[in-house]
């Protein structure tokens, strides 16, 4: 029997859907796909070999000294977005990456361990943060250049934000430059708030990102 | 001296104040009324010499070769004289006429007068009550008028539709919320139009439906429900007679509906060629018209082409190929002539676009329109609304919480390349969050609303005080 590829395996599953574990996810991430964003499903490429990158270091945060005042409203900065975001992301593309591999027969475990961070999908230095003007960018980086999970990771990001930081704050939500092969069309959906706003309506949708940032999921 | 300034629903349709500003003497008016009667199609009004206005300066009647008559009474103070001449339409405007006596209007560096008279926005109410985004909102057009109180409509995310009225009556000025429209929409209201006699309110929504709410006397009661698009139903908008409706969303589709009677209505089109989610759908104030724009970064104009009955065809798209926007294009807006339209996009400008209004009222083709120019600069983050008012200025509402005014610049100099316009004011921090839509009032004062991410609507006044 002839060996199928990797894409038209991941295709019949989205036709049949059947599948085990991830039904859901892939349920939802079709209803976001198809009906919500207008992006065509991709079925492209799988990573089957991601770099992975050691942790960063933790700077220290400063400390504010006795003298300062206590009250006083301590900016945001980069660091605070960055812990805000891989607390739960590495979970959230483990979650996508997991579905991704899952289809790569060349990888045995499904369980994917590796963090965002690793992967470098979103690294501190990808966030811009100017505290005054209320501007937050994050640039993230989808592992492989047809990541068809960039839309889902790009909304969970901005839902996240949105549900942590004071409503001053305008995000902006990009993949990185050159890393993704639609890369205008999915920066154009993350940033259409009108748009993100009709899909957070879509009950599946809406689960499938609570349930990404669902801090006890593991 | 100069005439610098004109402003008025029906006369400026004509381009009456282009005419007027070669008006070089006249005298030490600084404001005069202008009544019309007698012509069949009122945006024919022309004024073609300059010395019928050197009469002006006191009352008197000109008779323009038009047809039409004029009537000019010399100062503001005379509006409660207007009824002494029932013949007369109820159209009068407030000309502003620039003249070294007078030191208000003697800057020599050519200033618009909307300039010299708009130097500071004045927030008169903040209105609370939605929980959730208020993505639109839309005046009553026969309200501020002959003694009926300004109101509008405001809908959101919190899904339903707020009907607000100012009471002039209290010692404070103070607007309050009359009516509240929900338990029909099941997902965020986007977007809400007053039919012309402002009878019935047309409400687009997310649920892919659009509601018809008729007003009886102060109460609302949804008389129809339109379906038929895929899904979100983003814009609505009647056109100029009340008789036809388009709505349009992100299917990709515009449809027009025809008002039959028993508030029934019948889809007569679906035009399809926008190849992305459309954003804003909006009829040409006078000619049978439908301007659409997109997430595919263009705009197009649709046009009945006779023949067989509602053959509607897109018959211009105004893309990036002819210096049209490059990115999302999310609202516009006519100038009151008709001949001008603007257009605000997340490319962070605005453009201007015009067409000849001699040829569109000589005859029942279709005119192009072409690319003015580009306000480009002046915006941090994605323009979300622009609204063109009556006496020509434009403002804008943008994810940078800003609102912006403009104005044409009053440059000799630059008719050579087309009109050029520049920033007149700058609400900072007008919300605290996105700014949605703003809307000028249908009255004669400078009322502007504008709605916000933030669930509030303000309302402001455009104030010569600083």
Not at chain 1, 50 to 68: F, G, Q
Not at chain 2, 38 to 52: D, F, M, S
Request: proline share 4%; net charge negative.
């Amino acid at each position: 029997m002839e060996t199928k590829s990797k894409t038209e395996k991941l295709a019949m599953f989205f036709v049949s859907g059947k599948g085990p574990v991830v039904t859901h996810l892939f349920c939802s991430l079709k209803c976001f796909e198809e009906s919500t964003f207008s992006g065509k499903m991709v079925s492209g490429l799988i990573n089957a070999n991601p770099v992975v990158y050691e942790k960063k270091e933790r700077r220290v945060r400063s400390v504010p000294s006795a003298a300062a005042d206590e009250y006083a409203v301590e900016p945001i900065d980069q660091q605070e977005i960055f812990d805000i975001l891989s607390l739960f992301i590495g979970l959230t593309y483990d979650l996508g990456l997991k579905v991704v591999l899952y289809f790569d027969l060349d990888i045995k475990d499904p369980e994917h361990p590796y963090s965002l961070e690793e992967l470098k999908v979103i690294s501190e230095d990808a966030i811009d943060v100017d505290d005054s003007r209320g501007s937050v960018r994050v640039t993230f980086t989808p592992t492989v250049e047809h990541c068809s999970m960039a839309t889902v990771i790009g909304l969970c990001l901005r839902v996240k934000l949105l549900r942590s930081l004071p409503s001053r704050y305008k995000v902006d939500i990009r993949v990185a430059p050159g890393s993704h092969a639609t890369e205008a069309a999915v920066n154009k959906q993350l940033n259409d708030k009108e748009r993100v706003a009709a899909a957070l309506e879509n009950p599946g949708l809406l689960d499938m990102v609570d349930e990404c940032l669902s801090p006890s999921y593991e | 001296m100069r005439l610098v300034y004109g402003s008025d629903r029906l006369i400026s349709k004509g381009g009456l104040p282009q005419k007027l500003s070669r008006v070089t003497s006249l005298g030490k008016i600084k404001c005069c009324l202008l009544l019309i009667r007698g012509a069949h199609r009122t945006h024919n009004a022309r004024v073609q010499t300059p010395t019928q206005l050197v009469n002006a300066s006191t009352e008197s009647i000109h008779s323009p070769p038009t047809g039409c008559q004029i009537l000019v009474l010399p100062t503001r103070q005379h509006r409660s004289s207007v009824t002494q001449y029932p013949s007369f339409s109820l159209f009068f405007t407030t000309l502003l006429f620039n003249s070294p006596a007078n030191p208000l209007f003697s800057q020599s560096s050519q200033p618009h007068l909307a300039m010299e008279l708009a130097k500071g926005l004045r927030e008169i109410q903040k209105l609370e009550g939605h929980t959730d985004k208020v993505w639109s909102l839309a005046w009553n057009p026969v309200t501020g008028v002959a003694g009926i109180p300004l109101s509008f409509a405001s809908c959101s995310g919190d899904k339903t539709v707020r009907i607000w009225e100012h009471n002039p009556s209290s010692s404070t000025s103070s607007w309050d919320c009359k009516a509240v429209l929900d338990e029909t929409h099941t997902r965020t209201v986007r977007s809400c139009a007053w039919s012309p006699s402002g009878k019935f309110l047309a409400t687009a929504s997310f649920d892919a439906t659009t509601a018809i709410w008729e007003n009886v006397g102060g109460d609302y009661e949804c008389v129809s429900t339109l379906e038929g698009h895929e899904n979100e139903v983003k814009s609505v908008s009647w056109n100029p007679s009340g008789s036809l409706l388009a709505t349009c969303g992100r299917d990709k589709t515009v449809w027009i509906w025809e008002v039959q009677p028993g508030n029934e209505f019948d889809c007569v089109a679906v035009l399809q060629g926008h190849t992305q989610d459309v954003k804003m759908v909006q009829w040409h104030p006078s000619r049978n018209l439908i301007f659409s724009c997109s997430y595919d970064n263009t705009v197009k104009i649709w046009a009945d082409e006779g023949g067989d009955d509602d053959d509607w065809a897109c018959v211009q798209t105004l893309g990036e190929t002819n210096n049209g926007h490059s990115s999302t294009v999310w609202a516009l807006s006519f100038n009151d002539g008709g001949d001008k339209m603007v257009t605000c996009s997340d490319d962070l400008t605005l453009k201007i676009w015009g067409t000849d209004n001699e040829k569109m009222q000589s005859t029942d083709d279709f005119v192009p329109w072409r690319h003015l120019c580009t306000l480009s600069g002046y915006h941090d983050r994605t323009i979300f609304s622009v609204h063109w008012s009556r006496d020509n200025i434009i403002a804008s509402g943008a994810a940078d919480d800003t609102i912006r005014f403009f104005v044409e610049n009053d440059d000799k100099d630059g008719l050579v390349d087309g009109p050029s316009y520049k920033l007149l004011l700058k609400k900072e921090k007008a919300h605290d969050m996105d700014i949605n839509s703003v809307q000028w009032s249908p009255g004669e004062d400078r009322i502007l609303a504008s709605a916000a991410d933030d669930g509030t609507i303000k309302i402001w006044e455009l104030t010569s005080a600083g």
